[in-house]
Nanobody, 126 residues
Framework: QVQLVESGGGSVQSGGSLRLSCAASGYTGSSYCMGWFRQAPGKEREGVAVIDSRGSTSYADSVKGRFTISQDNAKNTLYLQMNSLKFEDTAMYYC????????????????????WGQGTQVTVSS
């Protein structure tokens, strides 16, 4: 059973930066797709960025050039570096994973993933 535990959320002013971390455990396979989603109050959960076991990445248009997803395989940890934060980035951020698979074009949809963390809140004040 895959377990995902996020950390690193908090409150920051517009233009600031935060780095989210996701500690993963319970999976020993060689192929996967891992990523970050976010959900603001009253809105659907949306894909932010993903990375696969080969290191290939994809980003939502709204965060390209500002967010960077990365992974440290030795630490089994996924990261999301968020720079130039905007008020509209305010949301609960979730770590997610799909095992025995790569990141297909469906990665933007929450139904594509089978494992989720509990989330970490990011609040950006304008």
């Amino acid at each position: 059973q895959v377990q995902l535990v996020e950390s690193g959320g908090g409150s920051v002013q517009s233009g600031g930066s935060l780095r989210l971390s996701c500690a993963a455990s319970g999976y020993t396979g060689s192929s996967y797709c891992m990523g970050w989603f976010r959900q603001a109050p009253g809105k659907e959960r949306e894909g932010v960025a993903v990375i696969d076991s080969r290191g290939s990445t994809s980003y939502a248009d709204s965060v390209k050039g500002r967010f960077t997803i990365s992974q440290d395989n030795a630490k089994n940890t996924l990261y999301l570096q968020m720079n130039s934060l905007k008020f509209e980035d305010t949301a609960m951020y979730y770590c997610t994973a799909k095992t025995f698979a790569s990141c297909s074009g469906a990665w933007y949809f929450a139904w594509y993933f089978g494992y989720w963390g509990q989330g970490t809140q990011v609040t950006v004040s304008s």
